[in-house]
């Protein structure tokens, strides 16, 4: 699964946040509960992977100096 179907599969359930961390499953926020995505948890390859294809430069520097981002991405057509 690559992120704009998690973001995808997060906007057809309704949530708000998609939370992607290493050793965890995919989690969506959903009515402010945090809910699991059926989903094998993420190593930390995986979610690196996933976000870096959709952060800019500025977003990748400010994750690999702080081991943390929030920031939005907007799929076309969700």
């Known amino acids: 699964m690559d992120i704009t179907e998690l973001l995808a599969f997060s906007a057809k359930q309704g949530a708000s946040d998609l939370h992607l961390s290493a050793g965890l499953p995919p989690m ?12 094998p948890p993420l190593d930390a390859k995986e979610v690196k992977a996933l976000i870096y294809d959709i952060m800019n430069d500025k977003q990748r520097q400010d994750f690999e100096e702080r081991l943390e981002t929030d920031f939005s991405f907007e799929v076309p057509g969700v």
């Open 28 to 39: 969506i926020r959903v009515d402010g509960d945090v809910r699991r995505i059926n989903l």
